[in-house]
């Protein structure tokens, strides 16, 4: 799962620079804000691949998919993009845990079929 979730997660990094530079032509935003959020954002994204695992990771996950569609007020091409990545999250989390599963069957099944060593 980890793999998964990680590689949707830097996706949306590369999306969130793209979306910055988007901001950047608005004339109403200044551009010391802008780069301010995005690279907030763009830290956020980097350092939730390192807490999946833990308790509550795949939650911020969750929360940081819910701000990248609430970006969408700024850049209106980021509600698209952040249901497509929110989409990208719940495939990478759900099908991440089935492969996690069947590894650990897999693993299970390898330890059983191994004569004992003398």
């Given at each position: 799962m980890r793999t998964l979730c990680a590689s949707t997660l830097i996706g949306e990094l590369f999306v969130i620079g793209f979306a910055g530079l988007v901001a950047m032509k608005d004339p109403d935003l200044a551009?010391?804000?802008?780069?301010?959020?995005?690279?907030?954002?763009?830290?956020?994204?980097?350092?939730?691949?390192?807490?999946?695992?833990?308790?509550?990771?795949?939650?911020?996950?969750?929360?940081?998919?819910?701000?990248?569609?609430?970006?969408?007020?700024?850049?209106?091409?980021?509600?698209?993009?952040?249901?497509?990545?929110?989409?990208l999250w719940w495939a990478s989390v759900h099908y991440g845990r089935q492969i996690d599963e069947a590894k650990a069957r897999f693993a299970a099944q390898s330890a059983s079929a191994e004569p004992d060593a003398v």
């Open positions: 551009m010391s804000t802008v780069w301010t959020v995005s690279g907030i954002a763009m830290l956020v994204s980097v350092l939730l691949c390192g807490v999946i695992t833990r308790p509550g990771g795949i939650a911020l996950g969750w929360a940081f998919q819910v701000a990248l569609i609430a970006s969408g007020f700024v850049v209106p091409t980021m509600f698209v993009l952040g249901l497509i990545f929110a989409a």
